[in-house]
């Protein structure tokens, strides 16, 4: 009976010790990622990178195209356009950053002419922030999400969840598929 009890304490410890070595690494890996976030933005801001070159000045005159768009949207027909939101919190585990990275990376790789001319945007969202927090109702989000909106006239006319990120964030090239054939289909409405 004592070896039973000491079996069962022994594995209890086991356990409760492998649980918060995780947590702890989860913690102190997501507290750097905090401390760096402002510099990851930074980096990727083509303003910010040397080597970027034409491919910054395309960014730039892309968007300085979407900011000056609503200004003359009086004057333009009415468009519609694909908005690829990542929506993510304060606290962004390993996960979450690379969920955000890919669908950034699978957009830009395949819909470059569609960034470029306005019919596709991609927006990182913090639904932490007061401002953001009725996404969260807007779009019935549980967790991180990529979410596509189809927004004609200034309103919108649909949207989609794909929940399949999650599932395939560990193929980065079955997640780039997934996010390339659900934004082709949404940008076939934009007519």
Not at 95 to 113: G, L, M, V
Request: with cysteine; glycine share 4%.
């Amino acid at each position: 009976m004592n070896t039973k009890r000491i079996v069962t304490r022994l594995l209890l410890i086991f356990v409760l010790l492998s649980a918060t070595f995780l947590g702890y690494k989860e913690f102190v890996q997501g507290g750097r990622e905090k401390v760096n976030q402002n510099a990851e933005i930074k980096a990727r801001n083509p303003v910010n990178q040397e080597s970027a070159g034409i491919k910054a000045s395309q960014e730039i005159v892309s968007k300085l195209k979407n900011e000056a768009a609503p200004r003359h949207a009086a004057l333009q027909p009415s468009k519609s356009k694909v908005i690829a939101y990542y929506f993510h919190g304060t606290f962004r585990c390993t996960t979450c950053r690379t969920i955000e990275e890919y669908s950034h990376d699978a957009i830009q790789t395949y819909f470059a002419k569609e960034l470029g001319n306005g019919s596709l945007e991609f927006r990182p969202v913090n639904v932490e922030e007061p401002e953001n927090k009725h996404f969260i109702q807007d779009y019935q989000l549980v967790t991180r999400s990529l979410v596509l909106s189809l927004v004609s006239d200034g309103k919108e006319k649909k949207w989609k969840n794909l929940p399949d990120v999650w599932k395939l964030v560990r193929d980065k090239e079955k997640f780039y598929q997934y996010v390339k054939d659900e934004v082709e289909l949404f940008l076939k409405d934009t007519g």
